[in-house]
């Protein structure tokens, strides 16, 4: 049976396997060594709830059987994002592209430059079916949650300063804040 | 299970029982090794001082001594890089490595530290407990002159600390009273300092605390290797230490603790104690949280046999994010303490610089905090993780991004759970980190290994 669990609610949970071009691991670690955390290149997702790149080094190598065969190191990416993959790749494809592009660029078979439409192609074939995701607000959009985290900072805020107050007082401070 | 054998005449002195409560002076000083074949001529003749876990038989000593080194302090005195490979990434790199993951940002990075801590320069430690100012003076001396007969050894960084009446730290709280219970050593608090489980409490594996023995997760599965540890001879009965030097802001804690106490019903004394979770005497807010018990003693036995599921669900006596409920939330994860009880560690932290008046609100311009030590099998795992998970960040508390306000910091607040609840704003940091090492303290028969250059 396919594995067809690519969303849960209005999430959509993407997994792509790329292979990497042979001798290129050691630059491709560096690449994501040097991106910076803060902002994240993938900050720009803004679509994104979490994403992630991750290097496999010896995919399919079973350490109990040296003599098997192996697939060498591939290049793992997943995220989960809301509603369709298709505005989520444009993003990916072309929003973080520059950031991107180097780490795309070192896995076998991608389009040079590793960009725009070809690269969403590929990203398509590459694209592993979710078995099961867990989300634990599949509903909410990554802008409901800003807004969501933005009235709790407030909330609080105002929590905080209205200790004290009188009630008359209270009552204006909250219908001036909210 | 079998008995645990330990072998304490190999085992340094103060990582399973304190000193701390028996000697009034703590001295650590930093040795930077300027060339291997000195720095392994001095450790041969400091072997015969080093005091071991050893129980003593007649008076204890005037002092204690006993060594630790880092990672750049193995290279120093000849260990191979491939020895040093064999211990834990974090404790290779350092604490400085770690600064950003600890919070050590801002005026507590690696930048502003003291001199000759995170520099690469503190190979090796030495700590010196005595009873008073002579034997502290004659162990200093003795440590001074060893170090200039041998050349080559320069003293980067000193601290001398010393215990308080009640053994309380800056802020006014006694310290360091509850601790893990290990099998073998501190059974008897089991209860509440131990691990639960249907039947009841135990004490933690061992291994835990000193490498090469069983741990929690060797101990439930036989065939799992023993926890990982360095290459032989150095990995058994040797352990990891942390030490960090930080300068607590004792003025401002008050100030900030009485402004906003002007809005809390209960006074400014009750605040400090729920933003600590215990009474200036060590008593938990989770079984008395009123009012101290007056004659409360926190050495004696079952003040600590608590956990806070059934006494105090939902922080009305200990806030849920009090300091000590966070640093050590036995319980009150879930899972029948199953979160929490693989990272607890053995402190050993003592004051240094001098406290601060009674009542006095107003800086005075004296550097005082504490030299926080603890000792663990994993910093990672044990450490790092509390400092990480539990009092950086309030998400597994579901407390947001609330910090330990103790500590302080920007994000988030403090909420202290009540009828009504009452909010601490975020606040300016109490406590700034003045530098610190990853340390390793080797058992009698690594420290031999390593003067005789058979460390590997």
Same mark, same amino acid.
């Given at each position: 049976m396919p594995l067809t669990s690519n969303t849960e609610g209005q999430m959509y949970a993407l997994t792509v396997l790329a292979p990497i071009a042979p001798g290129e691991v050691d630059a491709l670690e560096q690449t994501l060594a040097n991106l910076p955390h803060d902002p994240s290149p993938l900050s720009g997702l803004g679509l994104a709830h979490f994403a992630r790149w991750v290097i496999i080094p010896d995919f399919g190598k079973d350490p109990s059987r040296p003599q098997a065969e192996h697939f060498g190191p591939y290049l793992l990416f997943s995220a989960t994002f809301d509603g369709d993959l298709e505005p989520f790749l444009e993003q990916l494809c072309v929003t973080v592209a520059d950031d991107a592009e180097p780490i795309w660029s070192r896995c076998i078979g991608v389009p040079i430059p590793a960009r725009g439409a070809p690269l969403k192609a590929y990203l398509r074939r590459n694209q592993v079916q979710t078995g099961l995701f867990f989300a634990a607000y599949p509903q909410a959009t990554v802008e409901e949650v800003t807004v969501a985290l933005a009235l709790r900072k407030q909330t609080i805020d105002f929590a905080i300063r209205s200790q004290g107050m009188d009630a008359a007082t209270l009552r204006q401070t909250f219908l001036d804040e909210f | 299970m079998a008995a645990v054998d330990i072998d304490r005449a190999d085992i340094q002195g103060d990582i399973l029982e304190a000193y701390g409560n028996r000697y009034g002076h703590t001295s650590y000083l930093f040795i930077s090794i300027g060339d291997p074949a000195s720095g392994r001529a001095w450790l041969s003749e400091q072997l015969p001082k080093v005091t071991t876990a050893a129980r003593w038989t007649g008076p204890r000593p005037r002092s204690t001594f006993n060594l630790a080194v880092t990672s750049p302090g193995l290279g120093a005195l000849g260990v191979s890089a491939a020895t040093i490979e064999s211990f834990s990434d974090e404790f290779q790199q350092g604490m400085k490595a770690s600064a950003a993951d600890l919070g050590d940002v801002g005026k507590s990075a690696p930048d502003h530290?003291?001199?000759?801590?995170?520099?690469?320069?503190?190979h090796m430690l030495v700590t010196i407990n005595a009873l008073d100012d002579g034997p502290l003076q004659e162990a200093l001396d003795g440590l001074r002159g060893g170090l200039a007969d041998c050349g080559q050894l320069d003293v980067v960084h000193e601290v001398h600390a010393r215990m308080f009446g009640g053994a309380r730290e800056h802020f006014g709280f006694a310290d360091g009273f509850s601790q893990p219970a290990i099998e073998g050593v501190s059974e008897d608090a089991a209860i509440g300092e131990g691990v639960p489980e249907p039947g009841g409490w135990r004490p933690l594996a061992l291994g835990e605390f000193i490498l090469g023995h069983e741990d929690e997760e060797s101990r439930t599965d036989r065939h799992r290797r023993l926890p990982t540890a360095p290459n032989d001879p150095l990995g058994r009965n040797g352990t990891y230490m942390v030490w960090r030097k930080v300068r607590q802001h004792v003025a401002l804690f008050r100030r900030t603790v009485r402004e906003a106490s002007r809005?809390?019903?209960?006074g400014d004394a009750k605040l400090m104690a729920k933003v600590v979770g215990r009474w200036p005497n060590g008593a938990p807010l989770a079984t008395s949280p009123d009012v101290p018990p007056?004659?409360?003693?926190?050495?004696?036995? /079952? #003040?600590?046999?608590?956990?806070?599921?059934?006494?105090?669900p939902n922080g009305f006596?200990?806030?849920?994010?009090?300091h000590v409920r966070r640093s050590n939330p036995r319980d009150s994860l879930g899972f029948n303490g199953k979160l929490a009880f693989r990272h607890r560690i053995i402190r050993r932290g003592m004051p240094y610089g001098p406290p601060l008046k009674d /009542? #006095?609100?107003?800086?005075?311009g004296e550097d005082r905090g504490l030299v926080f030590v603890c000792f663990n099998a994993s910093i990672s795992r044990q450490f790092e993780s509390i400092q990480r998970q539990w009092l950086n960040d309030g998400n597994v508390f579901h407390l947001g991004d609330d910090r330990d306000y103790l500590l302080g910091g920007t994000a988030g607040k403090m909420t202290i759970q009540g009828r009504p609840p009452f909010m601490l704003a975020p606040q300016a940091q109490f406590v700034t980190m003045r530098g610190g090492e990853y340390l390793f303290v080797p058992s009698l028969t690594a420290l031999a290994a390593i003067a005789d250059g058979v460390a590997g």
């Open positions: - | 530290w003291e001199t000759g801590l995170g520099t690469g320069q503190a809005h809390y019903s209960e007056a004659h409360f003693d926190p050495r004696s036995p /079952g #003040t600590n046999a608590f956990g806070y599921v059934n006494e105090d006596g200990c806030p849920l994010g009090a /009542g #006095t609100v107003e800086d005075d």
